[in-house]
């Protein structure tokens, strides 16, 4: 059942006096989940703390992307069962990927959870909570073909107050073959570009400076008044003709919000439009950063992982967006090891990333997911070894382009948001460029929030370091 009436929330909020404790694992979708189940939580009168024995109910937001994310999970769950031992009202909840990949076997397995939740159904943690805390166990793992959360003002806790994410789409309908998203995520959807702006305002009024506009597959946004991105053929006439698409969404965001720096991830190389670089070139605040996974350099790996798009499609994208933006920096996602990937692939994935050169990556051992096409019809017959060492040939390779890359910026200067300080220093703020390479500098009498120009004077593969002109 899914709450629908504020009412029913207000009228909670006066009897409870409990505390929360959040852990997010994953994507940056995930992270952004959790900010509304905050909210959701916080309406009902639960408050957020820091502390893990303090709390009344614990919350792992869950990742299934990969066998290792799951484990990691499991372990944590496991480190957390004494706590119940300790206080016999602590209730467990696991929510997002793994609560809708294994359901009610959760509760059944592990024993120590008392509620599972999927990505769609945070509306209804008051009445589960409700459930739960008479003594029942709850579930919902309901997926919507609605459902954005478009209403809910995310509560931004572990935030550094400068930026934050704006989720503008839900699900993803691409079923690359190895992934799991589809799965756990459900169809794509997206989000009304009213409630998207009202989001990006209330942060602009509480000194946000820059946002990431967020999506499995951002380059698909379709607004058309609502519903699955897969039944827009259905919709009427004045819906096609009035639709906004992500370059329109892009458009009327950095409109609105000059002042306001503007990035958005994941795009995917088969649904990007041209029409997405005019709109980074027309406007100063759209950073000229695009993530832009391929998982491989071969044909014949693209399609076996149903990758709508060639190499030599993806090459041709990034040459045409560096000639229209040519300070523009990319970054990837690879995976290693995808059944039957051979040794000739893997050197076509080399090879691809030295035409691209990307400023850095995110690279995975192929992991099988079950209930993917790629584990129902292929065998993941690349033995762990070989996937180990392909991952560090591309590993190092890239630590080889992201020296390069930034070694480029020495004796220069960039413009960089300061965001917080240095992990490695508290004399020294950390922040990013436009091509999303974080920079660190003394701090002087400088402030979060500012843009500064940084000379550079060195680099690692991963940081510029400098300081402020
Ligand atoms: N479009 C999404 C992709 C989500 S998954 C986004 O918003 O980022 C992120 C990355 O994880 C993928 O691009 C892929 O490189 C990797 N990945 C997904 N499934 C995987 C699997 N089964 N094994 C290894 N890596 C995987
Ligand atoms: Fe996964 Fe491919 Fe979508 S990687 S999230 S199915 S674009």
């Known amino acids: 059942m899914i709450v629908e009436s504020k009412e029913a929330i207000k009228v909670e909020k006066t009897t409870l006096d409990k ?225 906004v698409n992500f370059s329109k969404l892009l458009d009327l965001v950095a409109n609105e919000f000059p002042k306001m720096r503007i990035r958005f991830t994941t795009s995917n190389p088969q649904d990007f439009h041209d029409e997405v670089i005019f709109t980074m070139k027309k406007h100063k605040n759209i950073c000229n950063h695009i993530h832009l996974p391929v998982q491989s350099g071969s044909d014949v790996i693209l399609k076996a992982m149903n990758r709508q798009h060639s190499r030599e499609e993806y090459l041709k994208l990034i040459s045409k967006i560096k000639q229209i933006l040519p300070d523009c920096g990319f970054s990837h996602d690879m995976i290693t090891g995808f059944p039957n990937e051979t040794a000739q692939d893997h050197e076509l994935t080399l090879s691809l990333m030295e035409e691209v050169k990307y400023d850095f990556g995110f690279m995975f051992k192929y992991s099988e997911r079950p209930g993917t096409l790629a584990s129902r019809k292929l065998d993941d017959n690349i033995d762990e070894e070989t996937k180990q060492n392909r991952l560090s040939e591309i590993i190092n390779l890239q630590q080889k382009h992201s020296l390069e890359n930034l070694s480029k910026y020495v004796g220069n200067t960039t413009e960089v948001l300061i965001e917080k300080e240095s992990k490695k220093s508290n004399d020294h703020w950390a922040g990013r460029n436009e091509q999303n390479i974080m920079v660190v500098f003394p701090k002087k009498n400088l402030h979060p929030g500012e843009l500064v120009e940084i000379f550079i004077e060195s680099n690692t593969a991963t940081t510029l370091i400098g300081k402020a002109i």
């Open 19 to 243: 505390k929360f404790h959040l852990i997010s694992y994953g994507c940056q979708m995930n992270f952004a989940d959790s900010e509304v189940v905050a909210s959701i939580l916080e309406s009902i009168g639960y408050s957020n703390t820091n502390t893990i024995e303090n709390s009344d109910l614990i919350l792992l937001n869950t990742c299934s992307i990969r066998e290792k994310a799951e484990q990691t999970i499991r372990k944590k769950l496991s480190s957390i069962d004494h706590l119940k031992k300790k206080n016999r009202t602590l209730k467990i909840g696991v929510l997002g990927c793994m609560a809708e990949r294994l359901k009610e076997k959760f509760l059944i397995e592990e024993k120590i959870v008392d509620l599972v939740v999927g990505p769609d159904a945070y509306r209804d943690l008051p009445n589960l909570l409700k459930e739960v805390n008479s003594g029942n166990d709850a579930v919902n793992v309901l997926l919507s073909k609605d459902e954005t959360y478009g209403d809910i003002n995310p509560q931004r806790f572990n935030t550094n107050g400068i930026s934050a994410f704006v989720s503008i789409t839900r699900g993803c309908d691409n079923m690359c073959t190895f992934c799991v998203v589809p799965f756990t995520r459900g169809r794509e959807r997206s989000r009304d570009p009213k409630s998207i702006i009202n989001e990006i305002l209330d942060l602009e009024n509480r000194g946000y400076k820059e946002i990431t506009l967020l999506g499995q597959n951002v380059d698909s946004y379709l607004w058309y008044g609502g519903g699955l991105k897969k039944d827009f053929k259905n919709a009427s006439e004045i819906q096609k003709k009035t639709a």
